[in-house]
Every structure is written in structure tokens, then in C-alpha cells.
């Protein structure tokens, strides 16, 4: 009983414990952990960070000018087939994305503008859907604006916004604190302490190491 | 009642459904992959296939001559603090070995030869603890006679026969038929179906696919 009302902070939710979502908008694997990871952190009492960056310039500087399933064309078809089957176990539709990978940019910078104005979880559901779903061009200003619309967002005040320099500052610094704390790929969960899980198949143990031993 | 007559094969165990398990010696989600998967894939009735091969080649063939965890800093991090987790989420006991990666071309022959000779499975338990919970030199060949003798095997023939030429070229052929299977890192598991799964955290779900949906 006491556990449980310091957790729950007695009528307050600063206690409770947090977990960052690190994501990009081209990478694969974050589809299904962002489709995923809402509920499942809510079921343990984790209060999420949503984090999108690129991994651009993380690969980049590790020698690679596109994405490693296009560099290295076995692993490219293992994770088509793989994708496949993951979607399929969580009953995700999925398409492949032509071209792959699709550029996640405007998107990422729309995101964190949303995640600023309280559309930003939403919005990146929409877009991994269009993406990986529907087959939509992500990196078309029109397709954004149509989820916005969708969303009940007005778009053009949003894409001006996404589009300032504060907010293009903002998303290379997101990248660079993703740098900062290891992550190298897409999704990566990071705990308060500073522990990093990478892999839609580590979000079940990034959770419960958040949510720690008296979790939900 | 017919299916699982079928299944069995009615006092036969020729319709045992049959799972291919890829390993290399220098790989480190190998270990727990080894050390788990026998009862895993007797509980499914689920017949194995051991399969040693060396990933240099394949490796080699992508452009690198290391381990990747060794190219690429920020990867490495992470998989050795991983594979901590992972260990001490399975109970098993792990050392980082030194020097990484690990030599593993003359236990890979000596495995081969053990598959052959009926101590192949245990043998290859023995080389991943010794590598990973012990921090031996697996390279080396005083340790791989040490533990050809602790399961009770006189290390001398082996070692002869595992130096052979007949032995060297089925290693070789190994690693042809896992790059032309598509495998392209370790641990990986192929169905008779030419289903691949790639990781230590995929053989839950490759055993699955492999027992298919009449699996114990």
C-alpha cells in the first residue's frame, strides 16, 4: 500500500517512472513498436517519452550513406521476410515502403511539433501506418498535411512551424542526444537510468526494467 | 488422433518435424542459443539439425574483417551489456571474452566430427561455456583436448580427424550452404521449409513455425 502510493505519487503523477521512445520515421522496426508501445506502457504504469530523431547522421558516421538493409542485401531480405512475420504475430498490416527507405524528415519535424501541441503520439501512429500500412510517400508535404487534416490539426500553421529554425535546431539536437546516450538504431527505448534496449523485441523488457520491481 | 499418429509416425520418428541450428563459436548470442534450444526443442518434438559454420567468410564477403561489434563501437557497447541481460534473464553464467572475437575455426572441425561421433551436441555446450562462462581460449588446442576429455573422449583421434582434409572441406561446404540459405550472422535457425530466423530471440518463434500447428 505505501509502494503503491508513492508511486502513484498521492494524487500526482511525478513519480511516476518514465521510459524514452527513441524513433525514425524510415526505420522498419519502429512501426510496430510505435503501434504497440502506448498501452503496453500505460498497463505498467510507465510514462512514455516520445523521441523522434534521424539516424542519417548516426549512420553516417559510421560509414554508411543509405540503410544497412539496402547496404547489405541479405540482411535486407531477412528483415522483409521478418517484418512480414512480426506484423502478422501483432495482426499490423504491413506493406512494403517503395522507395525504401522513405525520407522521415518533414515528418520527424512535424512530430515535434505535435508532441509540443498534443497531437504529436497520434500523429506518429498516422504516419507509420500511411508508411508501412498504406504505402503512402511520407516525404510528401500533401500526405502530411492530409494526416494532419485528418487528425482535426490545421496543417498549415504546423508545417510553418515544423519548418523554423528553432524547430530544425531542436530536431538536430534530439539526434545528437540520441547519439549521446549509444543509440545506434531504430527503435531504442532508454530508462531514466540510462539504460538502452534496442529492438521492437526488447520493448517488453525495457518496460518492465522501467517500471522497475514494484511496477504495475 | 490422426494427426498426431501422423505426427509420430505411428513408433517411427521419421515425420519428426526438424528445425537447422546455424552456430559460430566466436558468436556471442550463440552461447545462450546453445545452452537453450535442446529441451526447447525436445518439448515441441522437434527434431535438430547442429550445423557449425564460420561467419569470417560471410563476413568478409560484406566488407568487413572483424566482428561488427568490433567495427562499429556504439553496437559493441551495447550487445555486451545486452548480453549480460540476457544471461541473467536465463540464469546462465557470462564473461566478456578476451580477446574478442574468439577463434572458433578448429572447434567448429572438432564439432563436426563430434556430430558425426555422437558427442557433437555436448561438445558444443562445452566450447560456448568455456568461451562464455569461463573466459578460456577456445583457439587453443590444449583446451578443446581439455574438454574432449571431461566428456570423456580421447582427445588424439579427434583432433587428427578434425584436421583432416575430408573435415576441412565439409567446414567449408558449411559455410556455403548457410550463405546460400541467406544466412548472414549467428545464431540462425532454417526450417525444412526454408523459413530463416536470425537471433537468440527469434527460437521461440522458429521453434514454433518448425513444429507447425500440430507442435506438442
Same mark, same amino acid.
Not at 23 to 30: G, K, L, N, Q, V
Not at 135 to 146: C, L, M, N
Not at 167 to 178: D, V
Given at each position: 500500500m505505501m509502494a503503491i502510493a508513492a508511486r502513484v505519487g498521492i494524487g500526482t503523477s511525478m513519480t511516476l517512472p518514465t521510459l524514452e521512445f527513441w524513433? #525514425? !520515421? +524510415?526505420?522498419?522496426?519502429?512501426?510496430?513498436?510505435?503501434?504497440? &508501445?502506448?498501452?503496453?506502457?500505460?498497463?505498467?504504469g510507465v510514462e512514455l517519452r516520445w523521441q523522434p530523431f534521424l539516424l542519417g547522421p548516426i549512420f553516417q558516421a559510421q560509414g554508411w550513406d543509405n540503410s544497412p538493409f539496402n547496404i547489405y542485401p541479405a540482411k535486407g531480405r531477412y528483415m522483409w521476410r521478418d517484418m512480414e512475420r512480426v506484423c502478422a504475430t501483432l495482426g499490423l498490416p504491413f506493406r512494403r515502403p517503395e522507395p525504401f527507405p522513405q525520407p522521415g524528415l518533414l515528418a520527424a519535424r512535424v512530430a515535434l511539433v505535435g508532441l509540443d501541441?498534443?497531437?504529436?503520439?497520434?500523429?506518429?501512429?498516422?504516419?507509420?501506418?500511411? #508508411? !508501412? +500500412?498504406?504505402?503512402?510517400?511520407?516525404?510528401?508535404?500533401?500526405? &502530411?498535411?492530409?494526416?494532419?487534416?485528418?487528425l482535426h490539426v490545421e496543417p498549415g500553421p504546423v508545417l510553418a512551424r515544423a519548418?523554423?529554425?528553432?524547430?530544425?535546431?531542436?530536431?538536430?539536437?534530439?539526434?545528437?542526444?540520441?547519439?549521446?546516450?549509444?543509440?545506434?538504431?531504430?527503435?531504442s527505448f532508454v530508462t531514466a537510468d540510462g539504460e538502452l534496449f534496442w529492438g521492437n523485441d526488447r520493448l517488453e523488457a525495457a518496460l518492465s526494467v522501467a517500471a522497475g520491481p514494484d511496477g504495475r
Open positions: 524513433f #525514425e !520515421f +524510415a526505420s522498419t522496426y519502429s512501426y510496430p513498436a510505435a503501434l504497440r &508501445i502506448g498501452p503496453m506502457a500505460a498497463a505498467l501541441e498534443g497531437f504529436g503520439e497520434d500523429f506518429v501512429r498516422a504516419v507509420y501506418s500511411a #508508411e !508501412f +500500412a498504406d504505402g503512402r510517400q511520407i516525404g510528401d508535404p500533401e500526405v &502530411i498535411a492530409d494526416l494532419l487534416g485528418r519548418r523554423s529554425d528553432a524547430i530544425k535546431s531542436r530536431l538536430r539536437a534530439q539526434t545528437e542526444r540520441a547519439r549521446a546516450l549509444g543509440v545506434f538504431g531504430a527503435p
